[in-house]
């Protein structure tokens, strides 16, 4: 079986590139140049480098002692919440960013929805000193104050989303609107796994760092470099991307991808795309999508921004669909309480989306040499008002 994408950028039935016309050159510049960037020594240099002197990692694989006592298997983090910025989407960034010198872009554009990848963005952009212009719904503004102030610090212009929900999907939509009006001079920067060929398979790459870590932690801590079990959550999907990427071809290892359930899969505020979604196109792949019978895109709910989004990345419906990745979901409630659980028995306060992969540690059954890695994928200092509310802290 064959999870990677193919010559015409498809994983199975899913993937592809459903673009307007006027963005034919920039995807298909894109195409045919980035592999041949990412392969190049000189290009790998600068990316390991930043990756080890600007993010810190390589990021620790640690044995979570009292949370492998109460479940009953060894239960191991990989530590992403350490990278600068606090979460797994820098490594994307800085892939991306050095894509775009490379293409000789002097303005980078990017959507973001909690504002993780918008921070993400504007640092990578700092970085470079090149101009950066993020698209943020004015919801999302109005409720993420933090991260708008770090991208302005950085240097970045955000710019609100008014139409539709003002959330996420419509920033993606001005972001894409954006870069069909600049097609010469832009490089659009996005967040996960999602978009038109080679978005997927590029963002996949940047994030396959963290399953290329793991392997060799493993080896050295084990004495074998494949787990039983791999968990990560998924909204677009892209550090579960990262955490299954060297994985994929080991059969006997585990995938389990955990979606938002929000209030409940049957609850109509939900974000468990696999569960409730069909075959679709959205923001220029064909994957699943949470839509009405007559194919408008239906608003997803989770309490963490970061996953909630409508759709999942083309090559997660493939691993859907081919079984080769298990798909769950978990609700507000259960995540919240495994957010609260990991800070009492590890000191680590998780992201709240990070806090529904942990959530599905309950619902497993383990031998007791089981070997379990979960992608740590983000910390909750963003989160720390949701949860002082939820928990009346
Ligand atoms: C953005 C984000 C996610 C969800 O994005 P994916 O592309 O599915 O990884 C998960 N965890 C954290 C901490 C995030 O910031």
């Not at 979901?329 to 709240?352: N, R, V």
């Amino acid at each position: 079986m064959n999870y990677q994408v193919d010559e015409k950028g498809y994983y199975g039935v899913f993937g592809g590139a459903y673009i307007p016309e006027m963005l034919y050159p920039n995807i298909k510049e894109l195409r045919e140049k980035y592999l041949e960037f990412i392969e190049d020594p000189k290009f790998q240099e600068e990316y390991v480098m930043l990756l080890k002197d600007y993010v810190g990692r390589p990021s620790p694989l640690f044995l979570a002692e009292r949370l492998s006592k109460k479940y009953g298997a060894k239960i191991y983090l990989k530590r992403e919440d350490l990278n600068h910025t606090g979460a797994h989407k820098i490594n994307n960034t800085v892939g991306q960013i050095l894509v775009a010198e490379r293409l000789g872009k002097k303005r980078i554009i990017a959507e973001t929805g909690a504002g993780q990848h918008g921070v993400a963005t504007a640092t990578v952009c700092a970085l470079k000193g090149l101009e950066c212009i993020v698209y943020m719904g004015a919801v999302d503004i109005e409720r993420q104050a933090p991260n708008v102030a770090r991208m302005k610090m950085m240097g970045a212009t955000v710019i609100p989303a008014t139409s539709g929900s003002q959330t996420l999907k419509d920033a993606t939509n001005e972001a894409l609107r954006d870069w069909i009006n600049h097609p010469t001079d832009t490089h659009y920067i996005l967040g996960s796994v999602v978009g038109p060929h080679p978005y997927p398979d590029m963002v996949a790459r940047f994030q396959s760092i963290i399953s290329e870590e793991t392997k060799w932690q493993l080896q050295e801590k084990t004495g074998k470099s494949t787990p039983d079990y791999v968990l990560a959550c998924v909204g677009g999907g892209s550090n579960a991307m990262g955490m299954f990427y060297h994985f994929l071809n080991d059969e006997d290892v585990k995938l389990i991808a955990v979606e938002a359930a929000g209030k409940g899969v049957d609850s109509g505020e939900s974000a468990a795309t696999t569960l409730l979604g069909k075959e679709g196109v959205l923001h220029g792949s064909r994957s699943l999508v949470m839509q009405t019978e007559d194919g408008q895109v239906v608003e997803p709910y989770s309490i963490s921004a970061g996953l909630d989004y409508p759709g999942i990345g083309p090559q997660h419906a493939h691993l859907f669909t081919s079984r080769r990745a298990l798909y769950v979901s978990i609700t507000d409630d259960e995540a919240m309480q495994a957010g609260m659980e990991l800070s009492k028995l590890e000191g680590i306060i998780p992201a709240i989306e990070t806090a529904h992969a942990l959530a599905y540690l309950d619902k497993m059954k383990f031998k007791e040499d089981d070997v379990v890695v979960v992608c740590l994928s983000g910390r909750g200092d963003k989160d720390l008002d949701t949860y002082m509310k939820y928990f009346g802290l």
